[in-house]
């Protein structure tokens, strides 16, 4: 009877592992590293308008380059951003946003004072584009409008938390 036990148990243990297939067994590094590269990503405020700074900076520092042969569209073009140069009041015409039309006024009665002007990041009155505005060596304004959609298809991906 003992023998008959132990022999149906051995052959039922021998059958439900030959069952078990370990060939497929999953990579569980590959398959964390998947997981994590398909998670959900979360995109801070401030982390879009960092990388807008930064886009800003950078096309800034191309345009302004002695040996840039680029005009602006081609630059527009590169970048995918909306490029608008020129005198403040001529782009106050040109924007109908009344936010952006306020900050132009502030630019036009600065640069009449002859005060310095950094470089500034602006939020549109919907709040969907951010606006790098700087002051060109010939005083003429310079808008770069980033769209916030176009901004977080392109963040860095270390930023992302």
């Known amino acids: ?7 149906t148990c ?18 569980t590094t590959a398959a964390v590293k998947e997981m994590k590269s398909r998670q959900v990503k ?9 990388k807008a700074d930064t886009w800003g900076q950078e096309v800034q520092a191309m345009i302004e380059s002695p040996s840039n042969k ?10 995918q951003i909306r490029i608008q ?27 009449s004072m002859n005060q310095e002007i950094p470089p500034s990041i ?5 709040g969907d584009s951010l ?11 310079i808008l770069l409008g980033f769209s916030k959609s176009q901004i977080v298809l392109n963040i860095d991906k270390p930023l992302i938390k």
Not at 42 to 50: G, H, K
Not at 70 to 77: E, R, Y
Not at 122 to 126: A, M
């Open 10 to 27: 051995l052959v039922l243990s021998i059958l439900s592992l030959q069952s078990c297939d370990f060939s497929k067994r999953i990579d």
């Open 42 to 50: 979360r995109i801070l405020p401030q982390d879009i308008t960092n």
């Open 131 to 141: 606006f790098y505005i700087f002051i060109h060596k010939k005083q003429d304004v």
């Open 122 to 126: 602006q939020k549109n009155t919907s």
């Open 70 to 79: 680029l005009s602006l569209d081609s630059i527009a073009k590169q970048f």
């Open 1 to 7: 009877m003992k023998k008959s036990l132990v022999l």
């Open 85 to 111: 140069s020129g005198k403040a009041i001529n782009l106050k015409q040109q924007n109908k946003d009344k936010k952006i039309q306020e900050v132009l006024d502030a630019l036009e009665y600065s640069l």
